[in-house]
């Protein structure tokens, strides 16, 4: 072979190997991270609101990494719903037929029945390892030495068989997640305060808390800290970062162990939930007070992540991705607005249990290095339940039709594949506290129920932010949010058309058992 044949030889051969490489790299699945915040209003980052009083320099760099959703929505305007819409993709109407509160002390069960597919299961399908770590609060079934189930109610704490309850028959570990490490409910707010790891309660509910045992920054924000039964050693302050930890261990011990093996985690905090208890690292960080220092540390423990991912060569194959489950707590509302002149809200209507935007409209940022261009800002509707088919999208799972739905696949826009001007959605809904619903179809929105479905404005401090209603006789409200978007105008007799359209659709999405569309395929590029 004489040296030009040599040199065609060498080159051929070396693109051949480059499309092998090509061609492995493009089957390998990515890593997979949800950072599910709590009470994480619309306002309170610095990337959606360039007026707040402190900055979110991690989150703002993860945004700019990638692409911000302006137009995101929790499921619910509480958090256990809401938690069952991100693992199931489904409204917490597709398992209770209604509504569905918050749990409190050993109450369940679980709002994700047997038989529910959940995002864990579907990726374990797929080869995954899965975890979760810090708030579970979608509900557990405990025991009572005679076998029986337990309520709420935090004196029935002590009744727990923990022999008979555990390993926990519908906790993490029974519903697709290999590893767990979680609280049952608030970490720092309601009772059962308890670890429990792997299904098994390490270390069972014995000593009685006392709220006057933590700090109290600026002498109000220890507010809704219950006093109920704790596990001895239980540490309130460090909650987030304990989970954390937990969180790292679990990622970098399957990196090392099984490197040629995905791995999705879900690192679900306390923060930005009362009470507001920054570690002690973070007191005073801000000159926004305890909230502020609060969000820093959230922020920072994003950062932490994807730092992780970097010193692990995995960042460049990992999707991160941010959300919280609603609005912004009322007295943080409040108190911020009142305070810091900042508003956790980020100028829309309502805050954490109400109807109204400031009650569902919450953050979501999305990074994938190298897959989702840099950048980008969209105002394409979502929820937290379209995660689900975005990640199936994702790894190439063709979702069935009884699994997750009310998921959309959002992959299209992540990848800046899908124009602006044409919606993924057709329609959104969402539920507010006491289970009823909202609807959006571009940007009309009809909520089924007076007033905001959630929080009283008749006294007190909400009286502060109370709105006359321009349609008194109304059963509902139907806004236009292009020409109102601080939902002050109701226009439920005025546009009678357009509000039966959106009452009909809403009745036929319910009775249908899906909002999503059927024949769902993953998106290729």
């Not at 579907?122 to 975890?131: E, F, I, P």
């Not at 290095?369 to 063709?398: C, E, K, L, W, Y």
């Not at 546009?495 to 249908?512: D, G, I, N, Y």
Request: charged letters at 20%; a negative charge.
């Amino acid at each position: 072979m004489n040296k030009t044949s040599l040199l065609v030889w060498s080159a051929g051969w070396l693109i051949a190997l480059a499309s092998v490489h090509a061609a492995r790299a493009a089957d390998v699945l990515p890593n997979v991270v949800v950072i599910y915040a709590d009470d994480l209003g619309f306002g309170d980052l610095s990337c959606y609101n360039d007026e707040a009083p402190y900055k979110t320099p991690r989150l703002d760099q993860m945004a700019a990494e990638g692409i911000r959703f302006t137009d995101a929505h929790s499921p619910s305007t509480i958090c256990s719903p809401s938690r069952y819409g991100l693992f199931s993709g489904q409204q917490i109407y597709r398992s209770t037929g209604r509504g569905g509160g918050a749990f409190e002390g050993p109450s369940g069960p679980s709002y994700l029945k047997p038989g529910t597919q959940t995002i864990a299961d579907m990726l374990k399908q797929k080869g995954y390892r899965t975890g979760v770590f810090g708030k579970w609060h979608v509900g557990l079934s405990w025991f009572d030495k005679d076998g029986q189930r337990l309520a709420g109610g935090f004196e029935n704490s002590l009744l727990i068989d923990y022999e008979k309850s555990t390993p926990l028959i519908d906790g993490p570990n029974a519903r697709g997640f290999d590893e767990s490490f979680i609280t049952p409910n608030c970490p720092n707010t309601d009772p059962l305060y308890i670890y429990i790891e792997n299904g098994m309660v390490p270390t069972p509910a014995s000593e009685r808390h006392k709220r006057d045992t933590l700090p109290n920054p600026g002498g109000k924000w220890r507010w809704d800290n219950d006093e109920g039964w704790k596990s001895p050693g239980y540490d309130f302050i460090n909650a987030d970062l304990l989970f954390y930890e937990k969180t790292k261990a679990f990622i970098t011990d399957h990196v090392r162990q099984t490197p040629d093996k995905p791995f999705f985690a879900v690192l679900s905090t306390q923060i930005a939930h009362a009470p507001v208890l920054p570690a002690d690292e973070f007191n005073g960080v801000t000159d926004a007070g305890a909230r502020a220092d609060f969000v820093w540390q959230l922020d920072a423990i994003v950062g932490r992540v994807i730092d992780l991912l970097k010193e692990l060569e995995i960042d460049d194959n990992t999707l991160v991705m941010f959300n919280s489950d609603n609005g912004a707590e009322t007295l943080h509302v409040h108190w911020m607005r009142q305070d810091h002149q900042h508003d956790p809200s980020g100028g829309w209507r309502g805050m954490k249990r109400d109807g109204w935007e400031g009650g569902h409209r919450v953050p979501f940022i999305a990074r994938w290095p190298g897959h989702i261009p840099p950048g980008q800002v969209t105002a394409q509707m979502t929820n937290t339940t379209d995660i689900f088919a975005t990640v199936a999208s994702v790894v190439g799972v063709a979702l069935p039709d009884d699994v997750a739905t009310d998921s959309f696949d959002m992959l299209p826009v992540m990848l800046g594949q899908q124009p602006e001007t044409d919606s993924i959605r057709p329609h959104l809904l969402t539920q507010s506290f006491r289970g009823e619903f909202q609807i959006r179809q571009g940007h009309w929105k009809y909520l089924d129920h007076k007033g905001s479905g959630g929080n009283g404005y008749e006294q007190g401090n909400m009286a502060l932010y109370a709105l006359p209603e321009l349609a008194p006789d109304a059963p509902g409200q139907l806004y236009n949010l292009k020409t109102d978007p601080g939902e002050t105008t109701n226009l439920y007799f005025k546009e009678e058309a357009k509000r039966k359209e959106l009452q009909a659709l809403l009745t036929r999405l319910k009775a249908s058992g899906r909002s999503a569309p059927t024949g769902r395929t993953p998106f290729r590029k």
